[in-house]
């Protein structure tokens, strides 16, 4: 309907936001059906059958992928997360999202972005997981090389799908190697052949499980994989914003569906996975604050406590605690690059040390920043749980407050620095955005504060799972104190040591800039520029010879929705006449 049926930006946007509206309403009656239930509902189909052997084990001589619906209570969270992202970003999208090109393409992709979304949430099997990743990794590259008449824009897209790409690679091998060594697919079936398969041993577990992880790390944007979300900033806010909070969602349903598997591999890989979540919770906030790009500075610490909530999945009591925590990261991360597109909107600049003065000329943008950050702290602080052991103790600490003092260090420069007068730029003529962009901001943080207090209820995290939970208030009273030494330590450099605050920022970009130029010589030959290359090929031949084919088909339909009625109804009339004889020569009994 989208691509076919509207033409105006502001049609668009209405049948954009009916239709998830529609969706949010099927939703309701799903959640008020299944609250009182604790046995999920699940239906499926036959998608694939395959016969692949007349001998051998009975699971490989038949190749089954279904289309099925799975609904629980951890679902149901992750849809609801999926559906709020995607109207919050629609009505943001109404104003800012105003002076986009080709507004059918844009909200088209956006929805089905969220379609692909909410799929791989409810999917059964990992086949059909796999058909909405690739779905949604389609619509997240084409939504973010939207602006392809942008070649600054377009160029740093490319790594949306450069990087990725070799993430979603990985995860398809694990699936073969998965499929291979104990031929079903379906999450459910995994689990009880595991142990029992003969010639499936533990290493190919343990490498299928490796590529599985790897796959839902480049899409997290995992350290040393962050790029693809910090390298965009050029891209159109919306997107960002749908990207960031959805493959949040994807991925974390991705590897709650898969955590019996992952843990039934042994320590090797839940150590790997730990390791690298905690490096990426500790090292990408940092990463953060080597730079002066407000949108970079808000990507990296969404993706800190991002790797937060994944590292706590693997917790064996913290399961509905990461869920839960995982959908409000992703609601916040939204709210904060709406947020802060805002205000880089407003003051026509990305660099830290132009913005300035918000509080006064944005009030509305300044105070959803200011809410999205305090959100991202407490939601830090929450994450963190008790009875761990000291070196965890001090990585949940580090990356609680780093997550603090980025996010902090954005508030204070945006909302209460200097604004500058520069050349074509005058601080006077800043205004405020309109309120359709400032209320979807407000309702992230009202439903990620939510979800935080309900972090703290042994009664929701019960309904979640379905375990019985205690709570620890003074776990979560020391972790709060983590968040808050980080933002004294922003307040400190911002109020009375600026100068400090520079030159660490300063030594900060060097430092990293070497590293990217190591990593471009290393890996630049083999890796990017192959992919940059193949995805120039797509969008020079592929995508707009697509469009054009798909463009010149709209036409000449509507041009024989034209024609009078007299030339019509006979030529449709033959139609039905024509298929009618080829379905009754070609149909089974007859040309047998």
């Not at 869920?323 to 916040?332: E, G, P, R, S, Y």
């Not at 009875?387 to 902090?408: D, E, H, K, M, T």
Request: proline share 5%; hydrophobic share 55%.
């Amino acid at each position: 309907m989208i691509a076919v049926g509207v033409r105006s930006r502001r049609a668009v946007a209405n049948t954009t936001l009916g239709g998830l509206l529609v969706t949010a309403g099927g939703y309701a009656l799903c959640a008020w059906a299944l609250a009182p239930k604790t046995t999920p509902y699940e239906v499926a189909y036959d998608w694939l059958n395959l016969s692949l052997a007349y001998s051998g084990p009975s699971q490989f001589q038949t190749f089954i992928a279904q289309v099925g619906i799975h609904l629980s209570h951890p679902t149901l969270l992750l849809v609801g997360g999926c559906l709020a992202i995607g109207v919050a970003v629609a009505v943001w999208s109404r104003a800012g999202a105003r002076g986009e090109p080709a507004p059918a393409r844009y909200y088209g992709l956006m929805t089905l972005l969220v379609f692909a979304a909410i799929g791989a949430s409810v999917s059964t099997d990992l086949a059909e997981l796999y058909t909405f990743w690739g779905l949604a990794g389609v619509s997240t590259y084409l939504l973010l090389t939207h602006l392809f008449a942008d070649e600054r824009s377009t160029r740093a897209a490319r790594l949306a799908l450069a990087v990725p790409a070799v993430a979603d690679l990985a995860l398809l091998a694990g699936i073969a190697i998965l499929w291979s060594r104990y031929g079903v697919i379906r999450f459910d079936a995994l689990v009880p052949v595991l142990n029992n398969t003969p010639g499936a041993g533990p290493k190919a577990l343990t490498v299928a499980s490796l590529l599985v992880f790897a796959g839902a790390a480049g899409r997290a944007g995992l350290f040393p994989l962050q790029g693809w979300v910090t390298g965009v900033a050029e891209t159109p806010p919306g997107a960002q914003a749908a990207a960031q909070g959805l493959w949040t969602v994807i991925v974390i349903g991705l590897l709650y569906k898969m955590l019996p598997v992952l843990v039934s591999a042994g320590t090797l890989p839940v150590r790997a996975m730990a390791i690298t979540c905690a490096t990426s919770a500790v090292g990408v906030p940092l990463l953060g604050l080597a730079g002066r790009d407000a949108r970079r500075v808000a990507a990296c610490a969404g993706i800190g406590l991002t790797a937060l909530a994944l590292l706590a999945l693997f917790r064996p009591a913290s399961v509905a605690l990461a869920l839960t925590a995982a959908c409000a990261v992703a609601l916040v991360r939204s709210g904060l690059v709406l947020a802060t597109a805002g205000l880089v909107t407003g003051m026509r600049t990305a660099d830290l040390t132009e913005m300035g003065d918000g509080w006064n000329r944005m009030r509305s943008s300044a105070l959803g920043l200011l809410l999205s950050v305090v959100a991202l702290a407490g939601l830090a602080a929450g994450v963190g749980g008790g009875s761990l052991r000291p070196q965890w103790i001090a990585v949940y600490g580090a990356a609680i407050g780093l997550s603090a003092l980025a996010a902090f260090r954005l508030y204070f420069s945006a909302a209460h620095g200097v604004l500058p007068r520069r050349r074509g730029f005058d601080p006077n003529r800043v205004r405020q955005v309109p309120g359709s962009m400032s209320a979807p901001v407000l309702f992230c943080f009202v439903l990620a504060a939510a979800l935080a207090g309900a972090e703290f209820s042994a009664r929701w995290l019960n309904f979640i799972d379905g375990r019985p939970h205690s709570i620890e208030p003074f776990a979560a009273l020391a972790w709060l104190g983590a968040a808050a030494v980080g933002v004294l330590l922003a307040a400190v450099l911002y109020w009375r040591a600026p100068e400090l605050g520079t030159r660490l920022t300063g030594v900060a970009t060097t430092l990293w800039a070497g590293v990217l130029g190591l990593g471009a010589l290393l890996g630049g030959r083999f890796l990017a520029a192959p992919s940059i290359r193949l995805a120039e090929e797509m969008e020079d031949t592929g995508l707009l010879r697509g469009e054009s084919a798909v463009g010149d088909a709209i036409e000449r339909a509507a041009g024989l929705a034209r024609m009078p009625a007299r030339v019509l109804i006979p030529l449709l009339a033959g139609l039905a006449v024509v298929v009618a004889a080829l379905l009754a020569v070609f149909a089974p009994g007859v040309h047998s």
